[in-house]
């Protein structure tokens, strides 16, 4: 892993929307094939550095280089590199399932075969194959989650975003999604970029994790690493000790993230 | 291919959406009926001949200038429910992105042309020429993707539904009700006449009307080298300001 080339590299990157600084002046450096963790609370700038890591959001100051090219100058090169798993919504309800995802490759231009044959493939993992033909619109909360992830998989980029892809998913699907992120990361050499705010997945999936917030990178290192720094056992005091408060305390009101909550509580 | 899937999105959208198309026709509706009929006589005392034959092309003007500026507008729906983010990282260039929905756009406008076209006809409109047809299809093309291409452009810099009303009422509003596509414009005030001189749809009526009726007030070269110059002027705009938007 250590003679990887960097493929994200990131300076003193700041964003601020007038007065409030979002992003704090980050830095940081990730490698081909590494997944890599951004770990914090919500508010604490993730979204915001990912926007403009991908062309999205144009930083206030501060210098982004992605697989060697800078997202302000040379987009269209950037965007060729990447994929992303938007947080926030990103399809459109007036297609079905079918048509997202063959919308989606075709803008990738990822040859009809393997496009269907993948979007196949992807639609069985998320359990929505029986409901391709749907239109979007008349899908729940969840399932429009999984179709978003689907869609994200299609094309297999350098760099994989990952924005929260699992909020409010069950188990299960979680199970299934990061197996399958994994082995395409072993198998493709795909590097991962993804933010969570769940403990667990940050712990069994990333190589290494940047603690964030209030817009600053607080902590870095692996999970093993982080532990040891703050002499804790697991990653949920370890964040504690870092950032004096815990992770999910604004989180307990939306239904999903409360029963995923519930569940870790219990394990 | 990625214009086309592009296009063909904005035209599976308009087909789904039977209310939106059905709605859209209540406006020309009423401008026919009341108008058409209502002024008809008046019109035709003061020598000005059928008003029906006279007014058809300008309310087909009108169903393409409301239907292409909300086609081109559609970008803040987009931008609402999170669309606009998918295709604005994509490895395609923003200009072709913007192509391929402002021509899906132009399409859809020319259907809602046609759709009211028919319109009007059953209502007691007579084509001059038939043969002209494919030519005023090709007017249609043109005043709709110059308003389309407008409604882009004025989209890319909205970020959310608060300005469309404005636009609406103070844009596209004067730009219908000045072009002479409910009246001659021979011996208006000065004012008038300026004024439906700096309106591009003027122009598109005007070519319409040449098609389909064979009278017209600009000549046709007027009518197409304005429609072509502005057209490429908001395509480029539209495309400038589409490939600067931040989300
Ligand atoms: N467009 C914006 N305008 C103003 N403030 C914003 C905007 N986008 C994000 N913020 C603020 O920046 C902070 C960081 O947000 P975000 O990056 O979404 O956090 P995270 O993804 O870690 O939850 C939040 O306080 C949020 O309210
Ligand atoms: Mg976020």
Redesign the pocket.
Same mark, same amino acid.
């Given at each position: 892993m250590t003679d990887q080339p960097v493929i994200i590299d990131v300076k003193n990157l700041v #964003?601020k %929307?007038?007065d %409030?600084v979002?992003?704090d002046g980050i830095s940081f450096e990730v490698k081909a094939g590494e997944i890599f963790a951004?770990l914090?609370?919500?508010?604490?700038? #993730?979204?915001?550095? !990912? #926007?403009m890591l991908t062309t999205l959001?144009k930083p206030t100051s501060g210098d982004i280089r992605l697989n060697g090219h800078d997202p302000m100058h040379d987009q269209a090169a950037v965007r060729r590199t990447f994929g992303i798993v938007f947080?926030d919504p990103s399809l459109d309800d007036e297609l079905t399932a079918w048509e997202n995802l063959e919308l989606h490759g075709v803008l990738y231009s990822v040859e009809k075969k393997l496009r269907r044959a993948r979007m196949e493939e992807l639609l069985k993992i998320v359990e929505l194959y029986d409901r391709k033909d749907d239109l979007v619109k008349k899908f729940s909360g969840g399932m429009r989650r999984r179709l978003e992830i689907a869609r994200g998989l299609l094309h297999h980029p350098k760099i994989l975003f990952l924005?929260?892809p699992t909020l409010g998913l069950d188990p299960q699907t979680r199970n299934h999604l990061w197996s399958y992120v994994k082995n395409l990361n072993e198998k493709e050499n795909i590097t991962v970029f993804l933010?969570t705010?769940y403990m667990e997945e940050a712990d069994r999936m990333a190589s290494r994790i940047a603690v !964030?917030d209030h817009?600053k990178i607080v902590a870095s290192g692996s999970s093993a690493e982080l532990k040891q720094k703050t002499n804790t056992d697991n990653l949920e005091d370890a964040f504690l000790a870092f950032t004096g408060h815990a992770i999910r305390e604004e989180e307990m009101t939306k239904g999903d993230n409360f029963r995923a909550h519930m569940r870790i509580m219990r394990k | 291919m990625t214009i086309y899937i592009l296009w063909l999105r904005q035209l599976k959208r308009y087909a789904r959406s039977r209310t939106r198309i059905i709605g859209s026709l209540g406006q020309p509706l009423l401008f026919l009926v009341a108008l058409g009929f209502g002024f008809g006589p008046v019109y035709a005392q003061a020598g000005g001949g059928n008003y029906m034959q006279f007014l058809a092309p300008g309310v087909i003007a009108m169903s393409i200038l409301f239907t292409a500026v909300f086609s081109g507008m559609e970008i803040i729906w987009d931008r609402q429910f999170g669309f606009l983010k998918e295709t604005l990282v994509a490895p395609v260039s923003r200009f072709t992105i913007m192509l391929g929905r402002t021509l899906g756009g132009a399409t859809v406008a020319v259907i809602q042309g046609l759709i009211v076209l028919t319109l009007t006809i059953l209502i007691g409109f007579r084509p001059e020429n038939w043969a002209m047809l494919p030519v005023a299809i090709l007017v249609m093309f043109l005043i709709s993707l110059l308003f389309t291409a407008m409604g882009t452009a004025i989209a890319s810099k909205l970020e959310d539904f608060q300005g469309f009303q404005l636009i609406m009422n103070f844009l596209v509003m004067p730009l219908f009700f000045l072009s002479g596509a409910l009246f001659p414009l021979d011996n208006v005030p000065m004012a008038l006449t300026i004024i439906s001189r700096l309106d591009p749809l003027s122009y598109g009526v005007d070519a319409l009307r040449a098609m389909l009726l064979g009278t017209h007030h600009f000549s046709l070269m007027t009518d197409f080298a304005v429609l072509g110059v502005v057209t490429a002027f908001f395509l480029a705009l539209g495309s400038y300001l589409f490939s600067k938007i931040q989300v």
């Amino acid at each position: 892993m250590t003679d990887q080339p960097v493929i994200i590299d990131v300076k003193n990157l700041v #964003k601020k %929307f007038g007065d %409030f600084v979002a992003v704090d002046g980050i830095s940081f450096e990730v490698k081909a094939g590494e997944i890599f963790a951004f770990l914090g609370p919500n508010g604490a700038g #993730k979204t915001t550095t !990912i #926007k403009m890591l991908t062309t999205l959001l144009k930083p206030t100051s501060g210098d982004i280089r992605l697989n060697g090219h800078d997202p302000m100058h040379d987009q269209a090169a950037v965007r060729r590199t990447f994929g992303i798993v938007f947080q926030d919504p990103s399809l459109d309800d007036e297609l079905t399932a079918w048509e997202n995802l063959e919308l989606h490759g075709v803008l990738y231009s990822v040859e009809k075969k393997l496009r269907r044959a993948r979007m196949e493939e992807l639609l069985k993992i998320v359990e929505l194959y029986d409901r391709k033909d749907d239109l979007v619109k008349k899908f729940s909360g969840g399932m429009r989650r999984r179709l978003e992830i689907a869609r994200g998989l299609l094309h297999h980029p350098k760099i994989l975003f990952l924005d929260e892809p699992t909020l409010g998913l069950d188990p299960q699907t979680r199970n299934h999604l990061w197996s399958y992120v994994k082995n395409l990361n072993e198998k493709e050499n795909i590097t991962v970029f993804l933010t969570t705010h769940y403990m667990e997945e940050a712990d069994r999936m990333a190589s290494r994790i940047a603690v !964030i917030d209030h817009g600053k990178i607080v902590a870095s290192g692996s999970s093993a690493e982080l532990k040891q720094k703050t002499n804790t056992d697991n990653l949920e005091d370890a964040f504690l000790a870092f950032t004096g408060h815990a992770i999910r305390e604004e989180e307990m009101t939306k239904g999903d993230n409360f029963r995923a909550h519930m569940r870790i509580m219990r394990k | 291919m990625t214009i086309y899937i592009l296009w063909l999105r904005q035209l599976k959208r308009y087909a789904r959406s039977r209310t939106r198309i059905i709605g859209s026709l209540g406006q020309p509706l009423l401008f026919l009926v009341a108008l058409g009929f209502g002024f008809g006589p008046v019109y035709a005392q003061a020598g000005g001949g059928n008003y029906m034959q006279f007014l058809a092309p300008g309310v087909i003007a009108m169903s393409i200038l409301f239907t292409a500026v909300f086609s081109g507008m559609e970008i803040i729906w987009d931008r609402q429910f999170g669309f606009l983010k998918e295709t604005l990282v994509a490895p395609v260039s923003r200009f072709t992105i913007m192509l391929g929905r402002t021509l899906g756009g132009a399409t859809v406008a020319v259907i809602q042309g046609l759709i009211v076209l028919t319109l009007t006809i059953l209502i007691g409109f007579r084509p001059e020429n038939w043969a002209m047809l494919p030519v005023a299809i090709l007017v249609m093309f043109l005043i709709s993707l110059l308003f389309t291409a407008m409604g882009t452009a004025i989209a890319s810099k909205l970020e959310d539904f608060q300005g469309f009303q404005l636009i609406m009422n103070f844009l596209v509003m004067p730009l219908f009700f000045l072009s002479g596509a409910l009246f001659p414009l021979d011996n208006v005030p000065m004012a008038l006449t300026i004024i439906s001189r700096l309106d591009p749809l003027s122009y598109g009526v005007d070519a319409l009307r040449a098609m389909l009726l064979g009278t017209h007030h600009f000549s046709l070269m007027t009518d197409f080298a304005v429609l072509g110059v502005v057209t490429a002027f908001f395509l480029a705009l539209g495309s400038y300001l589409f490939s600067k938007i931040q989300v």
